[in-house]
């Protein structure tokens, strides 16, 4: 794995860092004792290639924290203990901090072929405990092309991103923080790219090369080159790198329906690809009854549909999120609907999507 946190950083900012994630794991160590198997920092710095701005002459993280917990027994965990770690780290670094639902080394055998799973094993670096905890304990499966649908929910994931960045535009709500919709937007169309990488197999985890990948992807396929999406994809490669370097423009909304214009396209594209129907327009496939994921609303998982929907207002025994994929490009503007009931239901939308995404 990479031993530098962010590529595009001094080594001043990575040996800073180092030092923040050794001190951090030491505390973690000190706290779950032998409990712990591994501490495992994911996302960009986990593969080395977080963001870094500079602030008053000193460089500065971008992005979160993301820690991977791994421990032998989740019921002992003194939770209490680990925020508080949590938050005086965050403090000290001006980031969030995150620590993972904590997971067995038999729930990591048992990972199924998801693209946060993929992503986390081929980049990431152990702070604390056995070096070698994913690798060894993954199933090789994760070593296989990734499904389709795994690039579906990805764009399900970052279309909603965006739908939140209009709202915020149209005085919806207030921005979580003021880089909100330019970074929304960039994830957006880095989604779109990947989505059609992940269509033709050709999945890479590391940022290094994906732009690479997707121009010889276009270049081979002429269904891919038509999207025309490759200065998008290296702008926000640029984004995800180094924001601070990266042009400041003010996205306004037609801005960012041009991008669902072309984010619907490739949707429709995906899914036609892994469905093997024609949908000739995103109309017909929001129009399509059939199941997005049919594993979630197998019959045996009919009773845990039913009790999740009843606590959102709605009888139903398919898992919430099947909605979601028919409702988003309605509320993008792809798709006629309700227009004065817009900021209801993309209110609606979202809350449904953070709580099921």
């Known amino acids: 794995m990479s031993k ?19 001190r951090l794991a030491r505390e973690v160590e000190g706290v779950l004792g032998a409990n712990l198997v591994a501490l495992v920092l994911g996302g960009g710095y986990g593969r080395g290639e977080g963001g870094v701005v500079t602030a008053e002459g000193t460089e500065k993280p971008y992005n979160d924290l993301d820690f991977t917990l791994i421990v032998n ?50 980049g990431h670096r152990v702070v604390a405990g056995k070096p070698d905890a994913l690798a060894s304990l993954a199933p090789p499966s994760l070593r296989e092309p990734l499904p389709l649908i795994e690039g579906v929910r990805l764009m399900l994931n970052r279309g909603a991103g965006l739908l939140w960045a209009m709202r915020i535009l149209r005085g919806a709500e207030a921005a979580p923080d003021a880089d909100f919709v330019r970074r929304n937007y960039h994830k957006c169309a ?56 990266t042009e400041e423009g003010k996205y306004d909304e037609e801005d960012l ?10 949707l429709v594209y995906a899914e036609t690809k892994r469905t093997g129907r024609s949908f000739a327009t995103i109309d017909e496939y929001v129009a399509w009854k ?13 009773p845990r549909n039913l009790v ?50």
Request: hydrophobic share 40%.
């Open 290 to 302: 059939g199941l997005r994921e049919p594993e979630q609303s197998a019959p045996a998982q009919w």
């Open 257 to 266: 329906c041009e991008l669902a214009r072309r984010w619907g396209s490739i």
């Open 4 to 22: 530098h946190f962010a590529t595009h950083g001094s080594q001043a900012f990575n040996d800073w860092m180092e030092d923040v994630t050794a």
């Open 190 to 245: 880095l989604a779109m790219g990947d989505m059609l990488v992940i269509a033709h197999g050709r999945h890479r985890t590391l940022y290094q090369g994906r732009s690479e990948n997707l121009r010889a992807l276009a270049a081979e396929n002429a269904d891919v080159a038509r999207f025309g999406v490759q200065e998008l994809y290296d702008a926000a490669l640029r984004f995800r790198l180094e924001p601070a370097r």
């Open 73 to 122: 027994d989740k019921s002992a965990l003194p939770m209490a203990e680990l925020d508080a770690i949590r938050h005086r780290y965050e403090k000290e670094i001006g980031i969030d901090v995150d620590f993972s639902r904590p997971l067995t080394p038999n729930d990591v055998r048992h990972w199924p072929h998801w693209l946060m799973w993929v992503d986390l094993l081929e």
């Open 308 to 357: 999740r929907n009843a606590q959102l207002g709605v009888l139903s025994w398919q898992y919430p999120r099947e909605r979601l994929y028919r409702t988003l490009p309605v509320l993008l503007g792809l798709v006629p609907g309700d227009a004065a009931q817009w900021n209801t239901h993309s209110e609606q939308f979202l809350t449904v999507w953070k709580r099921f995404n």
